[in-house]
């Protein structure tokens, strides 16, 4: 059975730019997590659906951040315009309901390198 | 402000010996834990969890440790092996909220 999947794998861009990160959570779970991983914070909640309504976008740092979830088998972060402090890896993860006890599976994550 | 600490950026074990990862919080309306595992180019993968009601769950060589007066859990490995060598983090989470990671720690096990 596939995992989460999140496209690109790597995004390299420019200053300025608009980035758009993918995810397709594993079929049949109802919650989705947007993450972000960097030295000096960790592992980050920026935002998370349950049965595709956001739930709690508190984790997203800026304006500059969206993020949509259209059905239950897609969601998009978006970033525009796009900043050098962007540069992370952004996780996907998806679980059956939000509660701690329902484990959370990750996908491989996307690297991010804003220029 | 974190609430969940792991103030050990790295750690170093002989192949063989035990491993000890380290984790405060300081949320009190925490009553489940976790950790994950993270190797590079992958994303975290669960662990092993303990709640709140328990000081102590095993599950082969990993067994994590709560004490909760102290808000301190921590990680055990034993033996110690190299395929070990990864980035584990520490989660919590309170009633129906979502995890709470620390920044994580990166376990380097030398054969």
């Known amino acids: 059975d596939a995992g989460v999947i999140q496209s690109p794998r790597h995004e390299v861009t420019e200053m300025g730019q608009e980035v758009t990160l993918r995810c397709k959570p594993i079929?049949?779970?109802?919650?989705l997590f947007w993450y972000r991983q960097t030295m000096m914070r960790g592992l980050e909640l920026l935002i998370y659906f349950n049965n595709n309504v956001p739930i709690d976008d508190s984790g997203m740092p800026e304006d500059r951040f969206s993020a949509k979830m259209p059905n239950a088998s897609f969601s998009t972060l978006k970033i525009q315009p796009s900043e050098p402090r962007d540069s992370a890896v952004y996780f996907c993860?998806?679980?059956?309901?939000?509660?701690?006890?329902?484990?959370?599976?990750f996908g491989p994550g996307t690297r991010l390198l804003v220029l | 402000d974190q609430q969940v600490k792991q103030n050990s950026p790295s750690l170093s074990v002989q192949e063989g010996r035990i491993s000890i990862l380290n984790c405060d919080y300081t949320?009190?309306?925490?009553?489940?834990f976790l950790w994950y595992k993270k190797y590079p180019a992958e994303g975290p993968t669960f662990l092993i969890s303990i709640s709140s009601i328990k000081d102590k769950n095993e599950d082969g060589r990993f067994t994590v440790f709560l004490n909760k007066s102290a808000k301190h859990l921590s990680l055990h490995i034993v033996p110690s092996q190299p395929g070990d060598s990864a980035v584990y983090f520490c989660?919590?989470?309170?009633?129906?909220?979502?995890?709470?990671f620390g920044k994580g720690t990166r376990l380097s096990v030398i054969a």
């Open positions: 989660a919590a989470s309170g009633g129906n909220t979502p995890l709470v």
């Open positions: 949320n009190s309306m925490f009553d489940y």
């Open positions: 079929s049949g779970h109802n919650s």
């Open positions: 993860a998806s679980s059956l309901g939000v509660g701690a006890r329902k484990t959370q599976y």
